[in-house]
C-alpha cells in the first residue's frame, strides 16, 4: 500500500477497493487500514466529490496516489493506535481540467492541530515528483485564512483571483470572499 510519512502523520492511498468502502462502509476501511476515529467519515468537503474520486480510482487504477489520502495520525499521537484525522489528495492533468489541482481536508474534531499542513506539504511534495508534473495548484478563499497558511505554509504562491471564482457555489463560498488560485512549482520543492 502506497503510503506517505511526515513528523504525525500516516498518509495512506486510496485505492479502488477503499475508496469504495469509504463511500459505503468507512468503518471497514479502518479495519483494513488498522486506523480508528471512522465513525466520523468523510469530511465535510470530500462528501459531494467521495463517490466521483472513487468512480475515477476504479476506471484507472494505475492511478493509485492521485485520487485521494486517508490522513492518520501515527500511533501515540491522538490515541493509542493510528486515529483517521482527515483526506488529501491531486487530480492529475486533465482528469478535471488542464491543471494537477490539490485540496485537503480535516475533521472538524482534529482542525487546528496542524495536520492539514502537514498532509499538504506531503502530498505537494509526491505530486511534484511524478513524471510530468511541473506545477500543482490549489484554490481557496480570499478570508479562508487557515487554508491559505496551509498553502503557504506548504509552499504555495497565490497568482490572484481563480477563473473559476464566478463558478464557487455559495455553499463552498460561505461568504468568504473570492476564490484564489495558488500555484507551486517543481523547482520550488522543498
Known amino acids: ?7 504525525s502523520l500516516i498518509l495512506i492511498a486510496s485505492t479502488p477497493q477503499t475508496a469504495q468502502l469509504a463511500v459505503h462502509d468507512p468503518l471497514a476501511v479502518g479495519r483494513m487500514l488498522e486506523c480508528d476515529g471512522w465513525e466520523e467519515w468523510p469530511p465535510e468537503t470530500l462528501a459531494d466529490v467521495q463517490q466521483f474520486f472513487a468512480d475515477r480510482l476504479a476506471a484507472h487504477p494505475d492511478q493509485v496516489g492521485w485520487w485521494g489520502w486517508y490522513v492518520c495520525a501515527k500511533p501515540g499521537i491522538v490515541g493509542p493506535r493510528a486515529v483517521v484525522v482527515g ?10 481540467g488542464p491543471l494537477a489541482l490539490m485540496g485537503y481536508s480535516t475533521l472538524p474534531k482534529w482542525e487546528g492541530r496542524g495536520f492539514a499542513s502537514q498532509a499538504a506539504q506531503a502530498i505537494a511534495d509526491w505530486a511534484l515528483a511524478q513524471p510530468g508534473i511541473e506545477q500543482l495548484f490549489a484554490e481557496t478563499f480570499t478570508d479562508h485564512h487557515a487554508s491559505r497558511k496551509i498553502l503557504e505554509k506548504a509552499g504555495f504562491v497565490v497568482e490572484g483571483v481563480s477563473p473559476n471564482d464566478s463558478e464557487a457555489a455559495e455553499s463552498d463560498r460561505q461568504g468568504r470572499g473570492q476564490l484564489l488560485r495558488y500555484r507551486r512549482d517543481r523547482s520550488d520543492q522543498r
Request: charged share 5%.
Open 1 to 7: 500500500m502506497l503510503q506517505l510519512h511526515t513528523e
Open 87 to 96: 483526506s488529501a489528495g491531486a487530480c492529475p492533468p486533465g482528469a478535471i
